[in-house]
């Protein structure tokens, strides 16, 4: 893993977007693997900046999103569809037609989950997958689990990540309790990786994904075994490596 240490949240925020941009600017139809939570809006806005300045063309960009919450419209405010039109896709000249977000509304999750792993198996893989960390150590929504999941499937959101995206719901209970998330081979097929991390209450779960044993308990320790990983964290979320 290549290791960027940042001052702080604004500087890794830009220098994630500087990656995207290089990747975008060496391949214009690549294809993006997107996250979201509040750790990448800053790299967005880094992104939106630079396209306003006429330095970047999303025009022939191709995204893939991580994942959705099951149940959720595109019209909600809280689905992930909603955060990236609002943080990103609004704000650039994306074709909505290269947009892929797993399908919250789709009652059939196998369907569904086949659907997604197709999109992208078509797009010819994602070039760069960009990541945030959960608390617990889940990219996308891979929980700590006995084993590695493999593709694209409905999974049970645990307590804790309920209780840490309730802050995004008006009560805890309006949290749906399902998503659909790109499985953790789907993840490491990418040809490279950005794991962005910031904070000091990351601090002790990235140890672990950086240093510890590579375990499902801690699905992003997983990335140790991908050949092409750079993690942009601030000080403060490095501050126990
Ligand atoms: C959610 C998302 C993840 C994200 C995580 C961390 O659970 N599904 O993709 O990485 O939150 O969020 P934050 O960046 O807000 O800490």
Same mark, same amino acid.
Not at 130 to 147: K, T, V
Not at 155 to 161: A, G, K, R, Y
Not at 215 to 238: C, F, G, K, N, Y
């Given at each position: ?12 925020? !830009?220098?994630?977007?500087?990656? /995207? ?15 979201? *939570?509040?750790?990448? /809006? *800053? ?10 300045? *006429? ?35 609004? !704000? ?30 078509? $797009? *010819? ?51 749906? !309790? ?16 950005l794991l962005l991390v910031s904070g000091s209450d990351k601090a002790e779960i990235l140890r672990k994904v950086m240093a510890g044993p590579i375990t499902p308990q801690v699905p992003a320790s997983v990335l140790? $075994? ?14 126990? $490596?």
């Amino acid at each position: 893993m290549k290791i960027c240490e940042t001052r702080d949240y604004r500087d890794m925020s !830009r220098k994630g977007a500087n990656v /995207i941009s290089a990747q975008m600017i060496l391949k214009p139809d690549c294809v993006l693997g997107l996250a979201t *939570g509040s750790t990448p /809006i *800053g790299v967005y806005d880094q992104l939106v900046d630079w396209y306003g300045k *006429g330095d970047l063309d999303f025009s022939q960009v191709k995204t893939v999103n991580l994942d959705e919450y099951r149940g959720l419209s595109e019209e909600h405010p809280q689905s992930y569809h909603y955060f990236m039109n609002r943080y990103l896709f609004s !704000r650039v000249n994306m074709n909505p037609a290269h947009i892929y977000i797993p399908n919250g509304m789709e009652k059939n999750w196998e369907k569904e989950c086949c659907r997604y792993e197709e999109v992208i198996r078509s $797009l *010819g893989g994602i070039d760069l997958q960009i990541l945030g960390l959960g608390h617990n150590g889940h990219i996308g929504f891979n929980e700590p689990d006995f084993q590695f999941a493999p593709l694209t499937r409905c999974v049970d959101l645990t307590e804790s990540t309920i209780e840490a995206n309730c802050r995004f719901f008006s009560e805890k209970e309006s949290v749906p !309790r399902q998503a659909y998330t790109m499985g953790i081979k789907t993840i490491i097929n990418a040809r490279k990786i950005l794991l962005l991390v910031s904070g000091s209450d990351k601090a002790e779960i990235l140890r672990k994904v950086m240093a510890g044993p590579i375990t499902p308990q801690v699905p992003a320790s997983v990335l140790q $075994l991908h050949p092409d990983v750079t993690v942009i964290a601030d000080r403060e979320a490095l501050g126990k $490596l």
